[in-house]
């Protein structure tokens, strides 16, 4: 098979599209097909990335990546966005491959400065499979980035190209139940879900625990013999910082007895904001910066708990890793998160936006240390009944496969 990906995000940048874009093109290496993955130029930001280069070219067996000239996004320099220019480019390297099909990581994000579709042209000539991948709520994130006033007529103007790109293509793939739902509420009737979007499984993830892992790791002999709060992802406006500033410096004034860390984990527009916020002089929060892919299974397996306050994910990926190591989760009670915690069992989830549900559950948590121990051996307990389960990779080559056949 010889598959073709277009894609605005790819490593070094470290987030859910990248990651999981990774993942599937070792998993397609490993079984013998031949990639071309088309994605932004990471070049220009060599001061923040110095190893982009590591990411182009032939960095797997029959995957070839090609940078693409791009512009930082949505004004956020880290983001990258293909220029309008990338589309000869992308048009002459599908001529060459000649793929059996093409996916299109997030269709409306690339459309939004290059102004067209890419790929769909030359899969309508040849008659081949276009699959479109909804990966972000960029709907949800409009209100984190441009004025109030905008807001509802943004809304209306973003619904409005969803469904004009997306039913474009052969199909919409999307990876959980509830998206799926709310995509044909919009008028987009081509959706497929599969179970394409996920954390690759782990293999004995107790042994992932290691004594003085934060001396070892980080210098931090402190952080050990602490209850370990982790919040891990971009520090930016879409994952809910507002709400975690104001309300969690309230755990000063809980009576809690144990020793705590607060960590912080990723980078992001609000990096230089936290530093200063009330939250950092009251918590003193640990900010360890943005983690390198292989080493956030190892550091969610070693802290108590993973907090996330974001309302707008489709399906997270923090949360999917935390589960799969065994460690639990504190979230909010909203569509995205009942589909992975299992309430009171895996995780806690206190009431979407009330701070005071929010701060009593998180000083229970830290003060139960049998309800931690206990959240986490149901965790492990599911892991082994999903065990047999194909990873997500695996699933979406084949469903890749079922679409040209097809």
């Known amino acids: 098979m010889k598959v073709a990906i277009v894609s605005s995000t790819f490593l070094p940048a470290v987030e859910g599209v990248s990651i999981t874009l990774f993942e599937r093109l070792q ?8 990639v071309l993955c088309l994605v932004s130029s990471y070049e220009q930001l060599e001061d923040i990335y110095p190893n982009w280069s590591n990411y182009v070219g032939s960095i797997l067996d029959n995957v070839e990546i090609v940078p693409l000239p791009s512009q930082r996004w949505m004004g956020v320099e880290r983001e990258r966005n293909p220029l309008r220019s990338s589309i000869a480019i992308i048009d002459r390297a599908l001529e060459r491959f000649k793929p059996d099909i093409i996916q299109v990581e997030e269709p409306e994000r690339l459309w939004t400065t290059m102004f067209s579709l890419p ?57 959980s139940k509830f998206m799926a739902a709310r995509l044909k509420s919009w008028g987009i009737n081509n959706i497929n879900y599969a179970r394409v979007i996920g954390s690759q499984s782990v293999s004995n993830p107790e042994k992932l625990r290691q004594t003085n892992f934060w001396q070892n ?14 919040f891990l992802g971009r520090l930016s406006p879409d994952k809910n910082w507002e709400f975690n500033c104001q309300y969690l410096p309230q ?43 292989d080493r956030i299974l190892p550091l969610l397996a070693n802290v108590d708990l993973h907090v996330t306050s974001s309302l707008k994910e489709t399906f997270g990926r923090t949360v999917q890793e935390s589960l799969s190591v065994g460690t639990p989760v504190l979230a909010p009670d909203c569509p995205w998160t009942r ?40 965790a492990y307990s599911s892991l082994e009944r999903s065990s047999n389960q194909q990873d997500p990779a695996s699933e979406w080559i084949e469903y890749l496969q079922n679409q040209i056949q097809k």
């Open 217 to 230: 790791s980080y210098g931090l002999s402190e952080v050990d013999d602490t209850v370990k709060i982790l």
């Open 119 to 175: 790929g769909l042209s030359y899969a309508r000539h040849y008659r081949i499979p276009c699959i479109a991948s909804y990966r972000t709520n960029f709907i949800d994130y409009l209100p984190d980035y441009i004025p109030e006033w905008a807001v509802d007529i943004s809304k209306f103007a973003v619904l409005f190209l969803n469904k004009w790109i997306y039913n474009q293509y052969t199909n919409t793939l999307v990876g």
């Open 339 to 378: 589909n992975l915690v299992t309430p009171d069992f895996d995780g806690v989830l206190y009431k979407a936006q009330d701070g005071r549900d929010f701060i009593l559950k998180l000083t229970e948590l830290i003060e139960g240390s049998d309800t931690r121990a206990l959240l986490r051996a149901n």
């Open 27 to 34: 998993k397609l290496s490993q079984s013998g097909h031949s």
């Open 251 to 293: 755990l000063k004034q809980q009576p809690i007895t144990k020793k705590y860390s607060i960590i912080l984990a990723g980078k992001g527009e609000l990096e230089a904001d936290l530093q200063q916020s009330t939250f950092a002089r009251e918590l003193s929060p640990i900010m360890l910066g943005e983690i390198p892919r």
